[in-house]
């Protein structure tokens, strides 16, 4: 067998997987062609859809200028203080609630009918509460990312196996050490499912926050667009916000690949 023989199966797999990539992506870039020509026949108006050209032409001067960097490091410290926050408070209410009933008689209840409150609405109580600075926007964020911690966490520690607490227990294991041990870890997969709701709804919270008197951010962007028609500033603010909610998604799953990694599931083959 010869060495070129060998190396035939290797090529023939990246050859596969880049045939696969192309079939992705075919698609998308006859969209994109499709709303390029349309714009251009004039079938679109350029006022209600700008052309992708347009919307990179856009990207690339709000890149040049400086514009676009400044707007972006405002809005990550004010969703990362409002996720600080809220992922602190989830956590803590959920282990309270979940590791003792008497916690959960206190706080379950309250935080249920807080919960299905549409936080978005509480906007006007935030202003006249914390003023029209940068409190009402980061406590927006607090807020919304406060309940899928404490949702997720609560369950993953309620649904940790009880036959696994029992044979754990026989070992004589306080119950510092059991929580710290079995339960938590035990938990640690519902509590990273938490983390990534909690981030959707942290910049969803922080596209409303920053329409509140805002003079930064992407959400300002955004505004000041619409008040000149820069419909293409509009998307590229839309697509910034996608890229960043995507963007800590996979950091999350790089948390569980690597925290995880004694699970079943995350064995590679």
Known sequence: MTAATVKQPGRSSRAAAFAAGLRRCAVPLALLALWQASVGLGWISTRSIPSPTQILLAFWELTASGELAVHLLV????????????????????LVAGLSKRGEDALDALLQMLRTLPHLALVPLFILWFGIGEAPKIALVALG??????????????????????????????????IALVILPGALPSFL???????????????????????????????????????????????????????????????????????PAFIKE
């Open 75 to 94: 809005s990550l410290g004010r969703v990362s203080a409002g996720l600080a926050i809220g992922v602190s408070v989830g956590t803590v209410c959920a």
């Open 145 to 178: 990312s406060a309940f899928p911690i404490y949702l997720n966490l609560f369950a993953g520690i309620r649904t940790v196996d009880a036959k696994v607490v029992e044979a754990v227990s026989t070992l004589g294991l306080t119950r510092r050490e059991l």
């Open 193 to 263: 499912t938490g983390l990534r709701y909690a981030l959707g709804v942290a910049w969803l919270s922080l596209v409303v926050g920053e329409q509140i008197n805002a003079s930064s951010g992407i959400g300002y962007l955004a505004m000041t667009a619409r008040d000149f028609l820069r419909t293409d500033v509009i998307i590229v603010a839309l697509i910034v916000y996608a890229i960043l909610g995507l963007l800590a998604d996979l950091i999350v799953r790089v948390i569980e690949r690597s925290a995880l990694a004694w699970r």
